[in-house]
């Protein structure tokens, strides 16, 4: 299985970013029952689970993203999704997809994302 993450870049705070993370070299019926996470890692700070979609298809999310960002996928076109509203100085991070299967987990390569004040 391959993640290639983007979307990421500079923004102002109370901006928006919209992640993508596509994945390949995955059966459509696997990824479909996977759990689904984005995590991130800002300088100096240990990493960390933003959002996740179970396989029976409930959200969690971060306390301080709550209300504020919102993970999906599109099965069709093996896709997951972060976006990002009202975006925060303490925001900025690096991002990585996660795609967890019934064997292992997989990572993305991370997309930087810099929200500035």
């Known amino acids: 299985v391959q993640l290639q993450a983007s979307g990421g870049g500079s923004v102002q705070a109370g901006g928006s970013l919209k992640l993508s993370c596509a994945a390949s070299?995955?059966?459509?019926?696997?990824?479909?029952?996977?759990?689904m996470g984005w995590y991130r890692q800002a300088p100096g700070k240990q990493r960390e689970l933003v959002a996740e979609l179970t396989s029976g298809g409930s959200t969690n999310y971060e306390d301080s993203v709550k209300g504020r960002f919102t993970i999906s996928k599109y099965n069709a076109r093996k896709m997951v999704y972060l976006q990002m509203n009202r975006l925060q100085p303490e925001d900025t991070a690096v991002y990585y997809c996660n795609v967890e299967t019934s064997t292992r987990d997989y990572w993305g390569q991370g997309t930087l994302v810099t929200v500035s004040s």
């Open positions: 070299r995955i059966i459509l019926s696997e990824f479909s029952s996977s759990r």
